[in-house]
């Protein structure tokens, strides 16, 4: 059992962002229950051309220099021109200036550091603990933005650790994340394949199969609603889960509907998540016009 939240500001003035950092903390305040041991965030904020956002999990102490400066020596490699960088707890935030194949220089990242995201306005910020845990070390509520997901996590088959903590980046694609409740049960059938064309997966956790999966369907020129679509016949087992990207946000959800799944829209804004609660900490005290979708349904919105 985990818990998953995904919001959406559909129409933005130029240059004026919201607070979704503390949209999301809130949602996941609603359904914490569902997960205790780690708390995750994909926060979506203006892009910039040419500039990418890097986050790592570095450890501590002599452990963390080592890291980062393995992490400056692919960088370098790459022509990657650090802007600006700083080390939180046991991350490393590097902003950079790059215009190369970025796929390329992930994978080669990837070798020497534990990679949590790449993108053009993509963070993904996770750890141990409850959301507000994560928010009181990594400033979360701090952050405003279009759009992002959220993750409660319950372990039921990794150890209790940031790495395995949601969401998920799909590696080698640029500012795609995924948050995920269920199991896929064709995963080492379905990573196999994925393997076989060059992809390359860093955890045994499930989720990291979905977000690759779609990934490879997008850089395929699939529109992410039709990737969602042949998710529910490609992927087995019950899961309902939350995709998004640079522009948009998703769902999906199996044909059995045993994972829970509420919705919130209006004109301005998209708000999903596991359960009722979530949606009722965005707008307490007022009555929400929420639905459940079907099983077997998807679906996208843009901001």
């Known amino acids: 059992m985990c818990g998953i939240a995904g919001i959406l500001y559909k129409s933005l003035a130029e240059g004026r962002n919201q607070a979704t950092g503390q949209a999301l903390i809130d949602m996941l ?46 960088l370098a490699q790459h022509q990657a021109e650090i802007v600006d960088d700083e080390v939180i707890a046991n991350n490393y935030r590097v902003l950079v200036n790059f215009s190369g194949e970025m796929w390329k220089m992930a994978y080669d990242l990837e070798r020497v550091a534990k990679v949590i995201s790449i993108g053009t306005s993509l963070e993904i910020i996770k750890d141990v ?43 080698g694609f640029s500012d795609i994340a995924i948050v995920h409740n269920g199991q896929i049960t064709n995963y080492w059938k379905m990573r196999r394949r994925l393997q076989q064309r060059g992809y390359e997966f860093h955890t045994d956790n499930d989720s990291e199969l979905i977000a690759v999966y779609l990934a490879e369907k997008l850089s395929q020129g699939v529109a992410l609603k039709d990737a969602l679509k042949t998710s529910i016949d490609d992927l087995d087992g019950t899961f309902s889960f939350l995709v998004s990207t640079k522009d948009e946000i998703g769902y999906a959800k199996d044909r059995l509907a045993v994972k829970p799944m509420v919705m919130y829209e209006t004109d301005d804004l998209i708000a999903i998540a596991s359960e009722e609660v979530s949606l009722n900490k965005l707008f307490p005290g007022q009555a929400l016009n929420t639905m459940e979708p079907a099983p077997g349904t998807y679906n996208t919105w843009h901001k």
Request: net charge negative; proline share 3%; glycine share 12%.
């Open 29 to 74: 305040d609603g359904c914490q229950h569902r997960g205790p041991d780690s708390t995750g965030f994909a926060l979506y904020g203006d892009a910039t051309d040419d500039r990418l956002r890097l986050r790592f999990f570095i450890g501590t102490g002599d452990e963390a220099a080592a890291a980062i400066g393995e992490i400056k020596e692919i």
């Open 129 to 171: 603990g409850s959301a507000h845990d994560v928010d009181d070390t990594y400033h979360v509520q701090s952050y405003s933005g279009t759009h992002g997901l959220g993750h409660v996590r319950l372990a039921t088959e990794s150890d209790v650790k940031p790495e395995a903590a949601h969401p998920f980046w799909a590696t």
